[in-house]
């Protein structure tokens, strides 16, 4: 009986770890490490330099970036730890756009039918010289896009009005970064 607990609880430990990937971790003093990186990203990133071997544990402030190749490697996905709003919480989220604004999405990774899934929850934009980045649209709650975006694209009238005027929306906000970054 003792041998069957025993076992389960090493399962569920295994398996709150979540699914490594191969990645890339690049680290604050320009050096980087490729191996198999766990997908729960937080404040301590779980990291196989081979898949394996055991996990180290890498603290998160000494991370730059994350590479993570998902969807059986077809996709190269990049992450931050980005400050969010007031408080300066940080949080691990994708990056979509980089330029004067920078536009981050916090996501999910979920596996269906054997392929890779993501899934947007949040969105937030960080201008250059910037420390903490704005929540700027929600998957699910479509009025933040609508009260958030015009005042943080406050310096450039035109956008605005077409964000007002829905041509631009949450749905398109990367195409509305995109815009913004031209102008500049």
């Not at 003792?2 to 971790?25: D, E, H, Q």
């Not at 997908?39 to 990133?45: E, M, Q």
């Not at 709650?141 to 631009?168: C, G, M, T, W």
Request: charged share 20%; glycine share 8%; aromatic share 12%.
């Amino acid at each position: 009986m003792r041998l069957i607990v025993i076992v389960a609880l090493l399962v569920v430990s295994f398996n709150s770890y979540g699914k490594f990937y191969p990645g890339t971790l690049m680290f604050e003093n320009g050096k980087s490490r490729e191996g198999f990186i766990d997908t729960n990203l937080g404040d301590i990133i779980l990291f196989k330099g081979w898949m394996e071997s055991p996990p180290e544990e890498v603290p998160a402030g000494w991370v730059t970036a994350v590479w993570i190749k998902a969807n059986a490697g077809h996709k190269m996905l990049e992450y931050h730890y980005v400050a969010i709003g007031n408080d300066g919480n940080h949080m691990w989220l994708r990056s979509l756009e980089k330029g004067v604004v920078n536009l981050y999405a916090q996501e999910n990774i979920l596996q269906q039918d054997g392929t890779d899934k993501t899934e947007v929850l949040e969105f937030y934009c960080l201008r250059k010289g910037e420390t903490n980045a704005k929540h700027i649209a929600s998957h699910s709650n479509r009025h933040v896009f609508k009260s958030n975006a015009p005042q943080f694209f406050a310096d450039n009238h035109q956008l605005v009005e077409k964000i007002k005027s829905q041509e631009y929306n949450w749905a398109n906000l990367q195409e509305l970064v995109r815009a913004y970054n031209k102008g500049f």
